[in-house]
């Protein structure tokens, strides 16, 4: 869950074309971070730039009515920050503006990065690089990633392939509450309690994203007139596995490169 870029040049030059550009996005723990793990080791994208690395400091988070402090709302990110920074990578071939500095652990993302490469089988892996080389004729690439990404137009503006990974309540909830450290009756972490969870994790997802689902149902069927018109591939079900989730994206994005490419 990393920015990966390559180091700056003295001077960034513009490129001719802005990278072909992935967005993930969805509710926690519904496998973003997991899938573009996987999708950078076929794509090899000239960067991966993830909203975790623009959340707000715990002094400038919202605020809820109860005085629970929310970094799961949409306002917990700086988002014109992050817009800045997609735009600047896409006119320099994936370098940060003066200043960025990414606050994960490398070695860290490299293990969960390994974990989650582990999780689809070679011959998938195989199949899906020979398929996207053929696809993307040596044209660049990137990915940006994070949660509630899709309220904001611009930021689907800025992608060429939106993919949204749509996921059921008792999913994100197992995922999330069996994270290390997560769910323990004595954590001091806000973030980690299961009451957290049901009112800022997966409150925020409902409130930002029910638009998208026929009656407003985030665990029924997705509003297909409404997708379509704002470009949205939605995960075919709630819950698929690692591989069949990889093995999809790679087809909406391998069917998005033959359509531009013509």
Not at 177 to 182: D, K, L
Not at 195 to 203: A, I, M
Not at 255 to 260: D, H, N, S, T, Y
């Amino acid at each position: 869950m990393s920015y990966s870029a390559p180091p700056p040049p003295t001077t960034p030059s513009p490129l001719p074309s802005r990278p072909f550009t992935i967005a993930l996005s969805g509710s926690s723990s519904a496998g973003k971070s997991t899938t573009a793990h996987i999708l950078q080791t076929v794509l090899r994208p000239l960067f991966t730039i993830h909203q975790d690395d623009f959340n707000k400091s715990f002094a400038d988070l919202p605020v809820r009515p109860n005085g629970r402090l929310d970094a799961d709302a949409v306002e917990s990110t700086d988002i014109p920050r992050f817009k800045a920074a997609v735009r600047h990578a896409q006119r320099t071939g994936g370098h940060m503006p003066p200043g960025f500095a990414s606050w994960q652990d490398p070695a860290q993302v490299a293990a969960e990065r390994a974990l989650a490469v582990g999780r689809v089988s070679e011959s998938a892996r195989r199949a899906a690089t020979v398929r996207l080389d053929a696809a993307r004729r040596g044209s660049g690439v990137a990915i940006i990633e994070g949660w509630l990404l899709y309220q904001d137009a611009e930021i689907r503006r800025l992608a060429d392939v939106r993919l949204f990974l749509r996921t059921s309540k008792a999913a994100a909830k197992y995922r999330r509450m069996t994270r290390p450290g997560y769910g323990d009756p004595d954590t001091t972490d806000f973030w980690r309690t299961e009451e957290y969870f049901e009112e800022c994790v997966w409150g925020n997802y409902v409130k930002n994203s029910a638009g998208w689902f026929v009656g407003g149902d985030v665990e029924g069927e997705p509003d297909a007139e409404r997708c379509r018109r704002e470009g949205l591939a939605m995960r075919p079900s709630l819950d698929m596995g690692v591989e069949e989730t990889f093995e999809w994206a790679v087809g909406v994005i391998c069917e998005a490169l033959e359509a531009r490419a013509g």
